[in-house]
């Protein structure tokens, strides 16, 4: 049952904590680890890992690449855990028809612009707008048209949705914000 009254409309929006994003950075710092272990292996000439040998390789060149290999891997993998536990991109749209107000927040990366708020007048919002890019990598994004503003996208953008969810979406939010609908 949704107690929610009628003239507000709430929609979550997930971030970057999801669990492939999760999955993707224990894969790549074990990888990396792995990297920078045998590496450091062909340099000292002790395997530090019993399962892989390092007695073929050489320090120079491939040790010292895979130490390379191994530190990009680490700091790309501790990136993606810092955005998998700062939940980068989450947040809300909230839309009043009784204040006249619409509130879209997002998180985003510690700092002084962590909190992403913005704020509008109903009345600014000119139409609900649904890009959509077919080919190799198809992507469809909703945005709102604001009177004298960029366009503000409200889904993720690496959002893979149907077009017919994403029609319906932009449909249900132009019905409830009473405004019309245009492509981009």
């Known amino acids: 049952m ?3 009254p009628t003239w507000i409309q709430v929609e979550f929006i997930r971030g970057s904590r999801t669990f492939v994003n999760l999955c993707w950075a224990c894969i790549l710092v074990c990888g990396a680890t792995g990297f920078l272990l045998v590496g450091f292996s062909s340099c000292i000439g002790k395997d530090l890992i019993p399962i892989l040998s390092s ?3 050489a320090f120079i060149p491939q040790g010292l690449v895979m130490c390379f ?3 990009a891997g680490l700091f790309l993998g501790l990136y993606l855990c810092c955005t998998v536990f700062w939940n980068v991109g989450s947040g809300y749209n909230y839309f009043d028809k009784r204040e006249g107000i619409s509130s879209i927040f997002r998180w985003g990366f ?3 612009n962590r909190r992403i708020h913005i704020r509008l007048i109903l009345g600014d919002i000119e139409a609900v707008g649904l890009r959509s890019q077919e ?3 198809p992507s469809r994004i909703l945005y709102l048209k604001v009177r004298g503003r960029q ?3 409200l889904t993720r953008i690496g959002e893979n949705s149907t077009p017919e969810y994403m029609e ?6 132009a019905r409830f914000l009473r405004i019309s609908i245009e492509g981009f």
């Open 168 to 173: 319906e979406k932009a449909a249900e939010l």
């Open 135 to 137: 080919g190799l990598f």
């Open 151 to 153: 366009s503000i996208p």
């Open 69 to 71: 290999y191994g530190i």
């Open 110 to 112: 510690p700092g002084k």
């Open 55 to 57: 007695k073929q390789i």
């Open 2 to 4: 949704n107690s929610r």
